[in-house]
Nanobody, 122 residues
Framework: QVQLVESGGGLVQAGGSLRLSCVAS????????MAWFRQAPGKDREFVAV????????SYADSVKGRFTISRDNAKNTVYLQMNNLKPEDTAVYYC???????????????WGQGTQVTVSS
């Protein structure tokens, strides 16, 4: 069982930056792929980024490539999402997710956080 708690959301102007954090409970954090998804009002939940437990490789949605960076600190059971050059279309609730095998498909993830709101004003 894994419990995830996100933090770091807030209101920021376009062009600004935020860093989201997700702290995981459990002793097997290092064996989980960790991902960020987001959901805007009236839209489906969409993949943002993932960092794999094996090798630490990363993947990003095209819409955030070059602006967002996902990283993890296994000693702190924490995954981060550094978001730079934010745009109004990045406004959404951001969710952290964990699974040993899943990558970019939300339905394959077993564990989810409660979400943190990110609002980007123009």
């Amino acid at each position: 069982q894994v419990q995830l708690v996100e933090s770091g959301g807030g209101l920021v102007q376009a062009g600004g930056s935020l860093r989201l954090s997700c702290v995981a409970s459990g002793r097997t954090f290092a064996r989980y792929n960790m991902a960020w998804f987001r959901q805007a009002p009236g839209k489906d939940r969409e993949f943002v980024a993932v960092i794999r437990w094996s090798g630490g490789s990363t993947s990003y949605a095209d819409s955030v490539k070059g602006r967002f960076t996902i990283s993890r600190d296994n000693a702190k059971n924490t995954v981060y999402l550094q978001m730079n050059n934010l745009k109004p279309e990045d406004t959404a609730v951001y969710y952290c997710a964990a699974d040993p095998r899943a990558v970019s498909i939300s339905t394959y993830y077993d564990y989810w956080g409660q979400g943190t709101q990110v609002t980007v004003s123009s």
